[in-house]
Nanobody, 117 residues
Framework: QVQVVESGGGLVQPGGSLRLSCAAS????????LGWHRQAPGKRPELVAA???????FYIDSVKGRFTISRDNAKNTVYLQMNDLKPEDTAVYSC???????????WGQGTQVTVSS
């Protein structure tokens, strides 16, 4: 069983920045990979970014160069720094965990990110 505590999110103007945090607890294998999915209204959920305990990262193409994922292994906490936000980044962002990128599932309730002027 994995438990996560998400924080961050909110309303920001285009070009602005936000940082999401997710503190996870569970077995070492179950939280080896941590990351964020997002789902916008009427769209399918997509994995935005993820990171393993040893530092391997994944980013969806649309956020490369704008989002940075990082991790504090001592705290089992993952951070998503989102810069140059665009209206199309508007979505509910949820913290995911798993043993590998492909096996990550959603454990969080999600936090709303709204990019609008």
């Amino acid at each position: 069983q994995v438990q996560v505590v998400e924080s961050g999110g909110g309303l920001v103007q285009p070009g602005g920045s936000l940082r999401l945090s997710c503190a996870a607890s569970g077995s070492a294998d179950s939280i080896n990979a941590l990351g964020w999915h997002r789902q916008a209204p009427g769209k399918r959920p997509e994995l935005v970014a993820a990171i393993t305990r040893d530092g391997k990262t994944f980013y969806i193409d649309s956020v490369k160069g704008r989002f940075t994922i990082s991790r504090d292994n001592a705290k089992n906490t993952v951070y998503l720094q989102m810069n140059d936000l665009k209206p199309e980044d508007t979505a509910v962002y949820s913290c995911n965990a798993g043993s590998h990128f492909a096996t990550m599932i959603n454990w969080g309730q999600g936090t709303q990110v709204t990019v609008s002027s």
